[in-house]
Every structure is written in C-alpha cells, then in structure tokens.
C-alpha cells in the first residue's frame, strides 16, 4: 500500500508521528509571546509610574514620596522595556539565565519604588505578585522560579526590617510581610504548576495537530498511489477524478467533471442500479475496444445524507490474466491425455492409408480415397499439435524491448524464413524511442501468426504477399498500437464477435487456434489483441501493449 519512498520527502513514518508508547516529558515551552507580555507589562508600569512624577493633576500624591528613589526604578523599568522592545529582547527571551537576571532586576527596581513610597502599606508592593508569577511561567526550572519567589520574600522582608529599623514602622509591619511572603511563594507555586500543565497540554495538542496532518498527508499518498482509481459522483451522474489511477485508467485530467453517461453508458447503468437498489453486481466493462478491462464499485460518503458517492474503478487486466494461467493449466492436462489417447490410433490410420495407395492394387477412385484419410490424418495432426502449443504455455520471461529497432529485426528474420517472397513494411512511430516489456518469445509467435494471417487473405485477392505494419501510440504516450494491415477483403460483420473463439475459422485449411493462440499471448502478456478496421476501410488486427514509462 505504501512505496518505499512517497513522492518528494512524503509523510514521516508512522512510529516517528504517533510517538512510542509511554509519554515523554514536555519539552521547555516557547516563551516568545509570555515574555513580550510581560515586557510589554513592564513598559506600561514604567511609563506609568514616571508620568505620574509630571502630570501635574497626579504631582501631588507623590510629594510625600522620596522621588528621585521612585523616579529612578520607573525610569529603570521604562528604559530597559524600550531596549528589550528591540533585537535585545530575542536574545533574552531564548535563555533562561538572561530571564532570571532580568526578573532580579525588577525585583530590584520595585524594592526601590517600594521603598520610596512608605512600604508595603503604600499598596506598590503588589507588583511583587506580577513578576513572581511571570517567573513561575518564563522560566522552566522549578529551583529558579522557586528562588525568583524567595528572593521577592526577602526584598519585601528587608525593606520592612528597614523600616521598622528607622521607626517608620511598627513591628506588627512584619506579619503582614510574613503574610505577604507566603502569599508569594503560594502564588509561585500554584502559577508553576499550572504552568506545567498548561505546557504539557499544549505540547499534547501540538503533538496530536502533528499526528492528524501527517497522517492527512499519508492519505493523501496513499490516494494518490492506490492502483484503484477513485471518482466522486452525484446523483445527477457527474463524477471528478479523485487520484491518479483514475486519471490513468479514464483518460481524464484529476478534479475534471465527467457525466458518467459520456464516459461508459455501461457504467452509468451500473450506477443507476445501484442507486436504485443498493445492490450490484460488479460486471467488467471497457471504455473502448482498445481500452483495459475494469470494474467498478460504490461506495456512500456520508451514509446518513446519501448525497456524495465514491465509485472505485480496478483495472480487471490481472484477473484477467490470472484467469487464462488457470485456463491454460486446465486446458495442458486435458489436451496432454487427448493428444496421447489420439495420435497413436491416428498415425496408424495415416501409415495404414500410405501403405494402401502405394501398394498398386487401388484404383483411381480408392487413391483418392487414400489421400483423403491422409490429407485429414495430417490436419488433425495438426490441430493436435496447435492445441499442445496452446497449452504449453509458461508464465512469461518478460524483458524490455525497444521496438524501433526490435521489430525492423524481426520482419528481416521472418522474410527470410518464408519460402515465399512477401512485403512487410512498416511505418509509424518508428523513430520514437519506445520500449515495452514482453515476452520476445511470446510476441514473436503473436506477430508470426498475425503475419500468416494476414499475408494469406493478401494473397487470396489475387494480389502479391503484402502487409503493412502501423506503430503509433494513443494520446497520453501510455499504450503502443502495432497495427498489422493486410490487403484482403476483411473480415464480414457477423463473423467478428466469433474470431477469437478457439477452433472458428472461415478457411478450409484453417484449424481455428491461430487467432486464439494470439489472444491468449496477449493477455498473459498484459496485452490486448481486436480487429479494426482502419480509417481507409482496411482489414487490420491491432495489438495494444502498456508503453514503459520514459525516465527522465
């Protein structure tokens, strides 16, 4: 179902998306948008705080405070906001150890303003939360995250001692620092656990996002390289080919809308049906005569609307194939014990009739007589050995050939195996560099006996052993027509469903296994053998072979 290598890099292997078995720790988060909030939360808190120093509406509810303490950490935080605003700030943001010196610093800095406006009554050292929580996300170890909220602990602990030292404080001060110290190290605690969690969750849904895509990305190459073909149809019977088999086998451009009555009239019956009645019976069909034989299935989209539905076309040439392996096994056992219950009995009649002409007491009419006892011994004989031959049949040696200069080879040999002189010319695309893979042995006997064929009707016409062979291939370089075109009357109308029957002919001599021999060549061969005629009324027999794909 897969190849070793899908087209361009494919899809990662299956083992490599889905991951193995036990669950892996999440891999450190990006923090790349975390930490340009928080900048951006630092720029808006120094911009803020410094304004408050010149608007002259806010001027006066900081005169109390020690302002150039104040001014100097908001400017610090202003000004270090702006910096990291630019290519700074990607260098900081991608190591864990810029981050915490740059938290420490704000910690630093919200001391100062702290410290400048009264202490922890003052109502600033709600800042301390903000960047203990932004250190319990940035920053993937625990240990440091952990020791940004210690740190925190201890600035708000010092500047209260501090306080409470220079008797702007009241030792009650330091309960509600301890209170506000344990707030912190909770804050930073549960902030990292959710942290980890928030992480792990998003590493899983990126992970499972990864997982649909490739495997989006596998079907669609899976699709893509089945040897079914796949259509989209309607219920008004318009359908679009869906991957490249089908493109193949239909002759059909991929997404192109093709009403399945143009298409096959055989496979909009089918259809019908079993739209109709939710039953089929797959039956082969052709697209024309020169085209391979497929079946179809169907198949709905949705089961529940019945709206959409899929009809998977399969190339039938294999079954086909597979089938006549099986018929001529059958057909070598059957003729192997005929041959030998026949030919014995049927040699004695021959010796016996040869021995009575020559024995000098037969009249005229007795001689004749004897040559036909011998004449028909010799053509059952025949048919004999014609219907070995068929059932001799091996599995095909194929190999590649290049017919350009293959078949010129070939007629040579054969015009000079013929005790008759006979005209064998060819013509087409004979130039082209086209190569198919058969059985030489095989297709020398299909044309050998397609040769024979057709040189006698030539000849029946009075006219001088002549035949044309015509080289072309169809529209998309994909099939190779070797036309063989002989100059007889042709074959009559009602005789043409019947020449590949085995033992039908229409001449005398005939024993009826040529052409058959030929069809059975043929289709172990993947090959197909039909009568046409061409388009200035000739009698011709086309054989049509799968072209090698040219590399590039």
């Known amino acids: 179902m897969t190849e070793s290598s899908l087209q361009d890099d494919g899809p990662p292997f299956i083992s490599d998306t889905l991951g193995p078995d036990s669950p892996s720790p999440p891999e450190p988060q990006d923090v790349s948008r975390l930490f340009l909030i928080y900048n951006g939360y630092r720029m808006l808190v120094g911009l803020g705080l410094f304004s408050v120093l010149f608007i002259p509406a806010t001027r006066q509810l900081v005169a109390g405070f020690d302002q150039p303490l104040f001014g100097a950490g908001a400017a610090t935080l202003m000004a270090t906001a ?7 700030g990607k260098v900081i943001h991608r190591s864990q150890t810029l981050i915490f010196g740059l938290l420490l610093l704000d910690i630093i800095m919200i001391a ?44 708000v602990l010092m500047d209260t001692a501090w306080m409470v030292s220079r008797g702007e404080a009241t030792l009650g001060m330091m309960v509600s620092a301890g209170l506000l110290g344990s707030l912190l190290f909770a804050l930073s605690l549960l902030v990292q656990i959710m942290a980890t969690r928030l992480a792990s969750a998003e590493a899983e849904a990126t992970e499972a996002q990864a997982t649909v895509q490739a495997l989006q990305r596998l079907n669609e ?19 679009s080919c869906i991957n490249e088999s089908a493109c193949r086998l239909l002759g059909f451009s991929q997404g192109e809308n093709i009403p399945l009555p143009e298409l096959s009239s055989e496979l909009a019956r089918q259809h019908q049906e079993w739209l109709a009645t939710g039953n089929h019976q797959p039956e082969p069909f052709r697209l024309s005569e ?24 399969e190339d039938y040439t294999p079954v086909t194939q597979f089938a ?18 026949i030919r014995n009995p049927l040699g004695a009649i021959s010796h016996a009739a040869q021995l009575l002409s020559e024995s000098g007491f037969t009249d005229d009419a007795d001689q004749v007589l004897c040559d036909i006892l011998v004449s028909n011994s010799r053509r059952v004989s025949d048919i004999i050995d014609n219907v070995s031959e068929v059932s001799r049949r091996q599995a095909p040696k194929s190999k590649a050939i290049e017919l350009g200069t293959w078949l010129p080879d070939y007629i040579a040999e054969y015009q000079s195996l013929r005790p008759e002189a006979c005209d064998i010319t060819l013509h087409g695309a004979v130039d082209d560099a086209i190569t198919v ?15 024979d064929n057709g040189l006698r009707h030539s000849s029946e016409e009075g006219k001088c052993y002549r035949l044309r062979l015509d080289m072309s291939l169809d529209d998309r370089g994909e099939k190779v027509f070797i036309d063989v075109v002989d100059f007889g009357l042709g074959v009559q109308e009602q005789n043409i469903p019947r020449l590949f029957e085995p033992f039908f002919t229409t001449s005398k001599q005939g024993s009826g296994l040529g052409l058959y021999l030929c069809k059975e060549l043929c289709e172990i061969n993947g090959a197909r053998l039909a009568y046409k005629r061409t388009r200035l009324d000739e009698s011709a027999f086309r054989v049509t072979v799968n072209r090698e794909p040219v590399t590039p």
């Open 437 to 451: 893979v058969v059985d030489p042995e095989h297709f020398k006997r299909i044309l050998s006996n397609l040769f």
């Open 290 to 313: 020169d085209g391979p034989t497929m079946v179809a299935s169907f198949a709905y989209l949705d089961s529940e609307l019945a709206q959409d539905n899929l009809i998977f076309i």
């Open 112 to 155: 100062l303003i702290v410290g400048a406006t009264g202490g922890i009554l003052s109502g600033f050292s709600v800042l301390y939360l903000i960047t203990v929580a932004a250190g319990a996300t940035l920053i993937n170890e625990r240990v440091l995250a952990t020791f940004i909220a210690a740190l925190s602990v201890l600035a």
């Open 82 to 88: 702006l910096l990291l605003a630019g290519p700074a």
């Open 324 to 341: 006549q392996s099986l018929k001529l096994n059958s057909l070598s056992k059957l003729t192997a014990s005929i041959a030998h219950e």
């Open 221 to 239: 190459q899976i699709i893509s390289h089945m040897e079914t073909g796949i259509l989209l149809a309607g219920k008004a019977g318009v359908a």
